[in-house]
């Protein structure tokens, strides 16, 4: 009987990506401090990638939870191949990394999790990106449960569930897709087509990157759950109509205790240090820019920001990733900027963003709109200057300029001119809207901060999870010894 009382051991796997990784870290630590085993998998080019950039910091780490289990946390940590050598550019080589997502590293992940499966305590249960085409085979070979964590809004899972609607009304996938407004998905009032993410505004739809959300967004109809990092006050709708569908848990926003700096590495770039330059400017003074760890800029564009902030006359800090124009593209701003900044802007490759966006002399945040990104300014009470770039960015944006009203648009059509910049960067720093802005988001702040309370909407979510997990693990227990006292009769 000992057996059905066993610790559950989850598997947990990230997409390899930065803004995919970090959330899954504090879930695998807010899981562990309730009493699971963890094995984390990371890829080995996440992990190479994470362990140079701790090198750099001079505490340079083979297992990035060493620190979490010296605080009692039971947390595993293995290594996995995409199916590309370390070396390989996977930034440059987009189209190439994601063929060997899709039809190399399930093979992989397969070996890995057959090797754990009897592991001690046995593995119960897989917690595997949504971006995943293989979750349910997997799970469905080893026996395991099988959990998807959607790491980006509600709002862009349904968009993605329900692509088979989305093209038969024409607004997805046709070669002249319909431009009104879309008004049909279940538990979204009304969206435009220029709101949805990236992949569903392309007209070529054959891409590898289609095939992924294609395979994926079938493969998550037969996860056993679904967990979320969104707060159900912020997307109640669309919630409860998923929920309708499937075991649905908004369990956010996931961050590390106390919102301080995470004890483990997550970070694939070497972080600078801006505390001591922060400390130096008036309180709410700064404009924080930074476009994420993975999306493209042109250079037209990081010129035209270039030139908005210098025009704007605020003090910055911005986080220039050096691929952020392309891995073979380094001299990416306008000749003389880091003569003419003088001492109103520093200029860093990468940093702690928590550290930076909870400094008090933060007062806006120029963002590409990652998930991340918008949770944890909400947080910090810093209103958004919206950018987006790629994929989600575009639906989160939407979320907070139109449905929140906790930031603006950096531009409004394109091409981006640096006046529109310079006049958006005031609005959000200086101009009266600025004091709106920062009462808005102070609002929704209280939303978080409610739904994380002990009786919140995230903790009773995240505490029935764990209640219906366990329930299913000794479902699927039952079955297995089932089938093994079926199999031994049969062979008597």
């Not at 240090?273 to 400017?281: F, N, V």
């Not at 910049?421 to 720093?429: A, D, K, Y």
Request: proline residues 4%.
């Amino acid at each position: 009987m000992a057996e059905n009382h066993q610790k559950p051991h989850a598997i947990m796997i990230p997409y390899p990506l930065q803004g995919h990784v970090i959330p899954f870290v504090h879930l695998a630590m807010k899981l562990a401090s309730k009493g699971f085993t963890i094995t984390f998998v990371n890829t080995q080019s996440v992990h190479h990638q994470i362990s140079k950039a701790q090198q750099e910091n001079s505490s340079s780490q083979d297992d990035i939870f060493a620190g979490a289990r010296k605080s009692g946390l039971d947390i595993r940590y293995a290594t996995v191949s995409d199916g590309l050598p370390l070396g390989f550019d996977r930034s440059l080589n987009h189209d190439q990394f994601l063929e060997s997502i899709l039809h190399v590293f399930s093979a992989h992940v397969d070996e890995l999790v057959g090797n754990f499966v009897h592991s001690d305590p046995p593995i119960t249960c897989l917690i595997a990106d949504t971006f995943y085409v293989w979750s349910s085979m997997i799970a469905n070979k080893y026996g395991l449960v099988n959990v998807s964590f959607w790491t980006e809004p509600a709002l862009v899972l349904t968009l993605y569930y329900h692509l088979d609607m989305l093209k038969s009304n024409g607004h997805f996938g046709s070669q002249d897709n319909r431009k009104d407004i879309i008004d049909y998905i279940p538990g979204v009032r009304a969206i435009a087509p220029t709101d949805m993410m990236s992949y569903l505004q392309a007209l070529d739809i054959s891409t590898v990157a289609h095939q992924i959300m294609h395979k994926a967004f079938e493969d998550v109809k037969r996860a056993d759950f679904i967990v979320c990092n969104t707060v159900q006050e912020l997307e109640s709708e669309t919630i409860s109509a998923l929920h309708q569908k499937q075991p649905f848990y908004a369990i956010g926003p996931i961050f590390p205790t106390g919102f301080t700096k995470s004890s483990v590495a997550t970070n694939l770039w070497s972080e600078s240090d801006c505390t001591h330059w922060l400390d130096t400017k008036p309180h709410g003074s700064v404009l924080y820019v930074s476009l994420g760890s993975y999306a493209h800029a042109s250079k037209h564009d990081i010129w035209e920001i270039a030139h908005g902030l210098l025009l704007s006359k605020v003090n910055f800090i911005w986080v220039l990733r050096p691929d952020i124009v392309s891995s073979n593209e380094t001299d990416i701003l306008p000749v003389g900027f880091n003569d003419d900044i003088k001492d109103k802007g520093l200029i860093v490759p990468w940093c702690c963003q928590i550290q930076v966006i909870s400094h008090p002399s933060i007062g806006g945040f120029l963002t590409h709109c990652g998930w991340n990104s918008i949770l944890e300014s909400i947080w910090c009470s810093v209103p958004l200057l919206c950018f987006p770039l790629l994929t989600d960015q575009f639906t989160n944006r939407k979320l907070v300029v139109d449905d929140w009203g906790i930031g603006v648009n950096l531009y409004d059509e394109k091409p981006i001119m640096r006046e529109e910049v310079s006049g958006n960067i005031n609005r959000v720093m200086i101009e009266t809207l600025a004091d709106e802005l920062r009462n808005q988001i102070k609002e929704v702040r209280k939303t978080l901060e409610n739904a994380l309370a002990s009786n919140g909407s995230s903790e009773k979510n995240f505490n029935q999870f764990i209640k219906d997990l366990s329930a299913k693990v000794q479902e699927k227990h039952g079955q297995a010894t089932w089938r093994r006292v079926d199999s031994s009769y049969n062979h008597a």
